[in-house]
């Protein structure tokens, strides 16, 4: 009877888990449809996108909420908070590719962190040439 319990209790454990899984998926995918749609998002579009990332990054240790967290400033018009956060993830991961592109974009033309970030870029996704 012990053991049924313990099976029991595992396969609850493990559907709540998956279940978190899925919300963290489908809110990260919802935001990043939020993020990208406009160039400069609505003070509604940055508040539901703001809240679907604060239940993605629930027990997530995945960097891409913070990526959209970034992203999320620069699209609010926020360049500085943008870079902070994206800076964390590139001195985390600095073969995210994607944070690179987000820090790139997110800073000043000429600025130290536009030139870092466009170093890394070329690095981490060399230009691939065609036929000669």
């Given amino acids: ?21 899925v919300r963290q998926a489908e809110g990260t995918t ?8 406009a160039a400069r998002l609505s003070p509604a579009q940055a508040s ?10 629930f027990l997530n240790p995945d960097r891409q909420v913070d990526v959209l967290r970034g992203q999320l400033d620069a699209a609010r018009g ?13 001195n985390a991961e600095p073969k995210n590719l994607g944070a690179w592109i987000a820090l790139w974009k997110a800073s000043a033309p ?8 466009a170093y890394a870029i070329l690095h981490l996704a060399p230009p691939v040439h065609g036929p000669r």
């Fill in 48 to 57: 539901q996108a703001a809240g679907l990332l604060s239940s993605a990054a």
């Fill in 78 to 90: 926020d360049m500085p908070g943008a870079r902070r956060i994206l800076t964390q993830v590139v």
């Fill in 30 to 37: 919802q935001a990043a449809a939020i993020i990208s749609s």
């Fill in 110 to 117: 000429r600025s130290r962190e536009f030139y870092a970030a």
């Fill in 1 to 21: 009877m012990g053991g049924l319990i313990l099976i029991v209790g595992l396969a609850l454990a493990a559907a709540a888990w998956f279940a978190i899984g």
